[in-house]
């Protein structure tokens, strides 16, 4: 067990809802990252934040948003999905979101969209 | 743009033998680290070992070796007497040396199972 929690673990739904995907890091650590693993991309990059500020961004598409709260859970928000957001969405966390750091990750949302 | 890759979609080792994972990747940053997670059935990401491109000592943590070849830009995972549980999806990572912000990028996977 990383320490990092991921709700719900499992989500179904259907194409041009929105869903969000909620976080929570490790005890003490500030930062967290959100990451796609899909069968055709991998596993992606999406976002970085740090004690509530944007700090990296990769592959997030626009239909997609994070944020992270002053109690530090985030939650990743997915509109107007398609077939193609089918996926297992990670959270990772870090205590100060450095590259001298190693990123723990939680156990996955495992998104359906039908 | 940093790339990983991972050469071998599956491999196979018996228990107790020995299996070494390729990696190879492709960045002009002098300062970077690199990484093996497992991934088991479970899905659950799971760090298996760390390495830091400015020590020439390459990183061992008890059955998981690896072999850092800065130069040749290749960075392998030996696993020794493997065992059962060593079953999953192994990735290989890249996140380069920066102030403030992090990344990996991961390679494409190599599934490992190991046979009784």
């Known amino acids: 067990d990383s320490g990092v929690t991921q709700t719900p673990k499992h989500l179904i739904t259907a194409t041009g809802q929105r869903v969000t995907l909620r976080c929570s890091p490790r005890?003490?650590?500030?930062?967290v990252y959100w990451y796609q693993q899909s069968l055709d991309q991998g596993l992606q990059f999406l976002i970085q934040y740090y004690n509530g500020e944007e700090r990296a961004k990769g592959n997030i598409l626009e239909r997609f948003s994070a944020q992270q709260f002053p109690d530090l859970h985030s939650e990743l928000n997915l509109s107007s999905l398609e077939l193609g957001d089918s996926a297992l969405y990670f959270c990772?966390?870090?205590?100060?979101?450095?590259?001298?750091?190693?990123?723990?990750f939680g156990p996955g949302t495992r998104l359906l969209v039908l | 743009a940093q790339t990983v890759t991972q050469s071998q979609p599956e491999m196979s080792v018996q228990e107790a033998e020995t299996v070494t994972l390729s990696c190879t990747y492709d960045?002009?940053?002098?300062?970077?680290?690199l990484f093996w997670y497992k991934q088991p059935p479970s899905r659950q990401m799971i760090l298996v070992i760390r390495?830091?491109?400015?020590?020439?000592q390459n990183a061992t943590e008890n059955r998981f070796s690896v072999n850092f070849q800065k130069a040749a830009k290749s960075f392998s995972l030996k696993i020794s007497d493997s065992q059962l549980g060593d079953t999953a999806m192994y990735f290989c990572a890249f996140m380069k040396h920066i102030a403030s912000g992090s990344r990996l990028t991961f390679g494409e996977g190599t599934q490992l199972t190991v046979n009784p």
């Open positions: 960045t002009s940053e002098n300062n970077y680290y």
């Open positions: 390495q830091e491109a400015y020590k020439q």
């Open positions: 005890s003490g650590d500030l930062s």
């Open positions: 990772a966390s870090s205590v100060a979101g450095t590259s001298l750091e190693t990123q723990y």
